[in-house]
């Protein structure tokens, strides 16, 4: 059993099932933490020049985990929520 991992972290943890129950779809759940991922990504660079325009992570980060794994941690824990934007009256897709 060499080489094996004993608990796997990454996209696999937590699981893609338990995340698909937070969003309507699994395109909605991609675009949904990428979008958080870039918001981690940033608010980490704007620390570094004193600038906070961006909420960090929002739970215990594990050391060099990535901002989207991040960011499907907060979704699994329920941290954030999503809404729906509906298109302004007048204006044309």
């Known amino acids: 059993m060499s080489g094996t991992v004993a608990a796997p972290e990454g996209i696999t943890d937590p699981p893609i099932d338990d995340l698909l129950g937070h969003v ?10 990428a979008k958080r991922a870039r ?3 940033a608010y980490y660079s704007q620390l570094s020049e004193g600038l906070l325009e961006n909420v960090g992570p929002l ?12 960011a499907m941690r907060e979704i699994s824990a329920g941290l954030l929520t999503i809404e729906s934007v509906e298109p302004a009256e007048g204006s044309q897709d």
Request: proline share 4%; net charge neutral.
């Open 59 to 70: 739970l215990e980060t594990r050391n060099q985990e990535k901002p989207l794994s991040i």
């Open 24 to 33: 309507d779809s699994k395109y909605a759940l991609v675009i949904y933490s």
């Open 39 to 41: 918001q981690i990504n």
